[in-house]
Nanobody, 126 residues
Framework: QVKLVESGGGSVATGGSLRLSCVISGQTYDTSCLGWFRQVPGKGRAGVARISSTGGSEYYADSVKGRFTIGLDNDSDNLHLQMGSLKPEDTAMYFC???????????????????WGQGTQVTVSS
């Protein structure tokens, strides 16, 4: 059974940094695509960044490009999101997710991810 558990959320002032972690257990053939999403009340989940455990480049949403970095440790059971230059609009519940590739590639699309963590709250004050 695949399980994802996030940690590292919290409150920070504008311009600050946070590092989110996601421990992944029970990985199967359909968990090679790994990503971070975020959600604010009243809206759907928005993709933040994604990475593949089989290699290749990362992908970032335009809103976080240059400020956030996604990473995966060597044994692929710990996914990270290093967040810098944080802005109030980054305030959200952040979720890590895992899923299979589509057509051989990973896409930062919510429906492509089958497994989700419970979320960790990030609050950026102005």
């Amino acid at each position: 059974q695949v399980k994802l558990v996030e940690s590292g959320g919290g409150s920070v002032a504008t311009g600050g940094s946070l590092r989110l972690s996601c421990v992944i257990s029970g990985q199967t053939y359909d968990t090679s695509c790994l990503g971070w999403f975020r959600q604010v009340p009243g809206k759907g989940r928005a993709g933040v960044a994604r990475i593949s455990s089989t290699g290749g480049s990362e992908y970032y949403a335009d809103s976080v490009k240059g400020r956030f970095t996604i990473g995966l440790d060597n044994d692929s059971d710990n996914l990270h999101l290093q967040m810098g230059s944080l802005k109030p609009e980054d305030t959200a519940m952040y979720f890590c997710a895992a899923g299979p590739p589509s057509g051989g590639s990973c896409y930062l699309i919510e429906n492509n991810f089958r497994y989700w963590g419970q979320g960790t709250q990030v609050t950026v004050s102005s």
